[in-house]
């Protein structure tokens, strides 16, 4: 696997200054890593534990490899599971996304749930700004622990995909990430894209599905974020945007705000050189005011921007 190719040396004690949250960093992205990394937040996963990731669109190479996070899953005795997705492609239905999985390789390694196969539920939400709850699958009443595992890269949307994203949307139901999208407009997916205007409406409602999603399950969850093959666009573009950072390594926290602003902070403060250019991500995260998902979580107390960097590579 790919080991970090930029010095964070400079980096990561000015991010550790006023820490309050601990977020968890190795350059090392490996299987042995992800496990590490998850031993060392402290946190167990124990019961039935669903593993939450992006099963990746179909012709995008970026997603997280099956081979990468088969120790964690196998460590953990997971399940992956995913939610289908609310625009065309190979994930809007529970067959094409099936395809996608089988060709992606998951199903090969790990038993896979589609949390939204057989319908949805809804859960209640703290922050009632914009959404009245959070429309998730119906096969999340099946887990105890959620593993929240992202790849942490741009989104055309939202600026940036990490813990809160895959969270929120990435849990939500196809209806549900039209609810999310249209900020309580539309809990259906026919339209959805005509009706996509109030956009920090967007953001805000990413965090309060967020939080809804921690709260459900009271507490038993852990965030992790692996920063490698990052480009402007998240894994469900077909055809994404070339790679132009350096791989960075993997971070972790129980805190999805915390790790979400710690790694915005390594990419903004990424001094560019050959080959690892972060103008692009970062004029991708501003334009579409992405930080605003991890302020307005922080606003309604699901986490804390401030933190501390724990490096376990040192121990």
Known sequence: MKRILLSLAMILPALASFAQSKVYFTSDISPEALVRIYEAVGRKAE???AVKISTGEAGNPNYLKPTLIR?????VHGTIVECNTAYGGKRNTNAAHWETIKAHGFDSLF???LLDEDGEMKIPVRDR???KYDIVGSHLARYDFMINLAHFKGHPMGGLGG???NASIGVASANGKAYIHTAG????????WDHVSDHDGFLESMAAAAQAVDDYFGGNTLYINVMNNMTVDCDCVARPEPVRLKDVGILASTDPVALDQACVDIIFNIKPSAGNDNKPLTERIKSRHGTHTIDHAEKIGLGSKQYTI???DKK
């Open 47 to 49: 019961g039935r534990v």
């Open 71 to 75: 120790n964690l899953v196998d460590r």
């Open 111 to 113: 038993a896979v749930d």
């Open 129 to 131: 700004k914009h959404l």
């Open 163 to 165: 813990a809160l994203k």
């Open 185 to 192: 407009y539309q809990e259906k997916v026919e339209g959805l």
């Open 310 to 312: 724990i490096d376990i």
